[in-house]
């Protein structure tokens, strides 16, 4: 009875330490994936900072945030990008690539690191689809036409940590890696008037690689 018994929790424990290998190589291999992308190399077009559903496409203007449940948190992440523009969110769940990529070439002027909840990013809770309450990190960028604009990474129920890879005045290129959020969670893109969206709400985007804005030359 008592060599059973020993057998029987030897097994357990191997079975545990099994099951903890096979997670951490799981979590390794798949939600750290980091696959090549065919970046399109065109300074006309935004790409995609993140891959996921778009939750929403929002034109936002300056003056009228202040009518905005949200609207303090909203004015800052608008406030560097001008007095109207368009917000792209893009829901990340755990079978999405969670790095992120440079939309544009451009030049990182600054980031704000945010502390805040880590409520689920995938329940909306206003009409730009951001978790606006949640710990986030925004990424304020510039091209060389004077474009600014914005990737906002924001945290969910099981992301709890944040990292980006840009420092302030580093260039980067259309489609550089630029940060990672781990585990499902939210990416923002603040765009200036000039950029108009060519992507619509509960379509699936690739970071790298699909089209979310078209620069207006008019």
């Known amino acids: 009875m008592y060599r059973s018994r020993k057998t029987l929790l ?3 424990v191997v ?5 903890a290998v096979a997670l951490v190589a799981y979590y390794q291999c798949w939600f750290l994936r980091q696959p090549g992308r065919h970046v399109p190399a065109n300074q006309a077009v935004f790409i995609s900072p993140a891959n996921g559903r778009v939750a929403a ?3 936002w203007y300056s003056d009228s945030l202040a009518w905005e449940k949200d609207a303090g948190v909203v004015q800052i992440l608008t406030k560097d990008i001008g007095g109207s523009g368009y917000l792209i969110a893009i829901e990340m769940d755990v079978t999405n690539v969670h790095y992120q990529r440079a939309p544009i070439d451009s030049r990182l002027i600054k980031s704000d690191y945010t502390n805040g909840r880590f409520n689920n990013a995938l329940i909306q809770t206003n009409r730009f ?3 606006l309450e949640n710990e986030r990190n925004d990424l304020l960028f510039e091209t060389d036409r004077g474009l600014r604009y914005k990737v906002v990474q924001v945290a969910g129920l099981l992301a709890r940590r944040i990292e980006d890879y840009v420092e302030p005045g580093q260039p980067v290129k259309q489609g550089d890696v630029i940060g990672l ?4 969670s939210q ?3 603040v765009l200036p008037e000039t950029v108009r969206p060519t992507v619509r709400i509960g ?4 970071d790298g690689e699909t089209v979310v804005g078209e620069i207006d030359n008019d």
Do not use: A, M, N
């Open 10 to 12: 030897t097994r357990i």
């Open 187 to 189: 990416v923002g893109l």
């Open 129 to 131: 689809g951001l978790r």
């Open 57 to 59: 496409v929002v034109h």
């Open 15 to 19: 079975f545990l330490l099994l099951l």
């Open 203 to 206: 379509q699936l985007v690739i």
């Open 181 to 184: 959020i781990k585990l499902g």
